[in-house]
């Protein structure tokens, strides 16, 4: 056995996984942004979810990227378990499209149009076009598309050169001795699932097991693509380390349905081979060191039809395969429902889900310092205990919201995004903390109104009055804020600076109106404390409410400004702005 035959199988193999990993990463940044949110939507019944699985997987070529994606929309509640069921079989049966792929690497020709199907001549004409797309072209697009074609050329490439090394050895005893060891069943598989496991690719263990396949029989093969399906599901077993109990059990469909799965089929099929002596000479036949192409068939042939009977069996027993995994993995009594938990780090991989999930989330955040505005506004005219804790607590949550936001968008800002993804995480991160400013001043309201109820202060007829109506004001603003935020209406988003002016203005009115009242002795220093503590929160919430608003009319002019879009609001737009301005102005009058 020369050396040099094992270094080209184990360049060849260095080449075959880089060509796999960069055309898989061109596939899921072309396809992935709209596959992912797709795969999130459309798999309400479990047959659905096996057609979007296999047609996803088919596509990004990872049944282990799709699992992965499908572990964390269970872990974020944003799937259900069962659900999941059907895109994890889909999966499975997806990845092997794969093998067929890669059997255009065995294509050979003597002249004419043959020699145009080559794999030499493919693997040219493939990788000058991804080199022109990569080098010469600025769109981002067909930069990925450049990745692909140059991915497809190296793997073609590392193939041949996998398959003259496998040619080389396969004359040597020892080697024969080793593939022949393989037939026996338990042995295969587990070699196949060990193999598999330690690459983290069943494509690749495919592609391997296909490049082996001239040198190999039948009888070997078998066994190895079996384990291979069972080892796809070790990395999708260690990306739910960290997940809560419905995530830890929809990683383990993978490997409770592929085991079942193969043993099941392993067991009909060598049942039946021991009783009717199959005769797969034909097949052998095929698997020679002169048909190259032809043995990748049979290969990719076998793989696929072995996937597709192991999802038939096991689609009408979804349920028995829920039971199973629910008894495997105990519920935890110690779960805990985190406000932030859409926040799923597995996304960050699929930008366009990690994005969806944080606006969903600072929408969650943003509905939450609403309602604890609206309560501590309340709190000051029918006080309760009950009420303090609530808003005390939806500020809690809010803090929990900005932390977990904070950080998951800027660990975003470091992944390729897309021009609107961009602006999007821009906006978040501009309007994050307002939303948790806001909760603030919504505590220290709360703790204003509390601190009136200890002390029994009364206000005067006059001084309730005024803070009816500026409360009435900030209520508005705030649900004017909110609305337009979450339904990125910037019609809305326009309107609140004018209201903000007149809430700005009732706060200096009610503070001279205090002083006068003072003067009168109609109103004491200690009302005048809360009272103005009271006015200050508010005028600060009407400021944030503003903040929020022009972060997202400036998104449109990308610039961030606040400042400036304020004084162009008021002078360029002065008529809508006025109009509006009015209209608060004659609705919150004091």
């Known amino acids: 056995m020369e050396i040099s035959d094992i270094i080209s199988l184990c360049s060849g193999i260095a080449l075959f996984l880089f ?171 587990l070699v196949g699932a060990a193999f598999t496991a330690v690459l983290q690719s069943a494509s690749a263990a495919v592609g391997i097991v296909q490049a082996l396949s001239v040198v190999m029989t039948f009888d070997a093969a078998l066994p190895l693509l079996m384990g291979v399906t069972i080892g796809a599901s070790f990395p999708v077993l260690l990306s739910a380390l960290g997940a809560n109990t419905d995530g830890k059990r929809t990683a383990l469909v993978y490997l409770v349905a592929s085991t079942i799965g193969v043993l099941v089929c392993a067991s009909l099929f060598y049942l039946a081979d021991t009783i009717f002596r199959f005769d797969f000479e034909w097949v052998q036949a095929y698997m020679t060191p002169h048909r190259p192409f032809a043995s990748a068939v049979v290969i990719a042939g076998v793989n696929s039809v072995l996937r597709l009977a192991m999802v038939l069996l096991l689609l009408p027993f979804t349920d028995a395969l829920d039971a199973l995994v629910c008894m495997l993995v105990r519920e935890k009594k110690s779960d805990e429902e985190d406000p932030a938990m859409r926040l799923e780090e597995r996304f960050l991989a699929h930008p366009s889900l990690a994005v969806e999930q944080s606006r969903l989330t600072i929408n969650d955040m943003a509905e939450c310092a609403r309602e604890a505005i609206s309560s501590a506004l309340a709190l000051t005219a029918n006080y309760s205990k009950e009420g303090i804790e609530s808003v005390k607590r939806m500020e809690n949550d809010c803090d929990r919201y900005e932390d977990a936001l904070g950080s998951y968008l800027v660990k975003l800002t470091g992944r390729e995004l897309s021009r609107r993804q961009n602006e999007d995480v821009s906006k978040y991160l501009h309007t994050i903390t307002d939303f948790e400013r806001i909760s603030d001043h919504a505590r220290n309201m709360a703790e204003s109104a509390a601190e009136i109820h200890a002390k029994k202060i009364d206000f005067s007829a006059d001084a309730t009055r005024e803070l009816a109506t500026i409360s009435a004001a900030v209520r508005e603003i705030v649900r004017l804020t909110v609305q337009a935020f979450t339904e990125n209406d910037l019609l809305l988003a326009a309107r609140v600076e004018p209201l903000e002016e007149v809430i700005d203005r009732l706060c200096d009115t009610a503070k001279r109106h205090h002083v006068e009242r003072l003067q009168r002795g109609s109103c004491t220093i200690r009302q005048g404390f809360v009272f103005n503590d009271l006015l200050t929160g508010m005028e600060r919430v009407g400021d944030h409410c503003s903040n929020v608003a022009l972060a997202m009319l400036e998104l449109e002019e990308d610039n961030f400004d606040t400042h400036a879009s304020q004084h162009r609001m008021m002078n360029e737009q002065s008529q809508d702005f006025q109009m509006a301005f009015e209209e608060y102005s004659a609705r919150f009058s004091i």
């Open 19 to 189: 060509g796999m990993t960069l055309m898989g990463d061109g596939l899921k940044r072309v396809a992935g942004n709209k596959l992912e949110l797709v795969l999130y939507r459309l798999s309400s019944t479990t047959l659905r979810g096996v057609l979007l699985g296999t047609g996803v997987t088919g596509v990004i070529q990872s049944s282990c990227a799709t699992s992965v994606m499908v572990v964390g929309f269970v872990n974020a509640n944003m799937m259900k378990r069962r659900q999941a069921i059907g895109v994890i079989l889909g999966a499975i049966l997806g990845t092997s499209v794969t093998g067929w792929v890669i059997s255009l690497s065995y294509l050979e020709g003597s002249g004419g149009w043959q020699q145009l199907l080559s794999t030499s001549t493919l693997t040219g004409l493939v990788a000058v076009v991804g080199v022109v797309l990569r080098v010469f072209c600025k769109n981002q697009t067909n930069h990925h598309i450049g990745d692909i074609l140059m991915g497809f050329a190296i793997l073609m490439f590392g193939m041949s050169t996998m398959s003259g090394a496998v040619s080389a050895l396969g004359e040597q005893p020892a080697f024969r001795d080793l593939l022949s060891s393989m037939t026996n069943p338990i042995l295969g598989i």
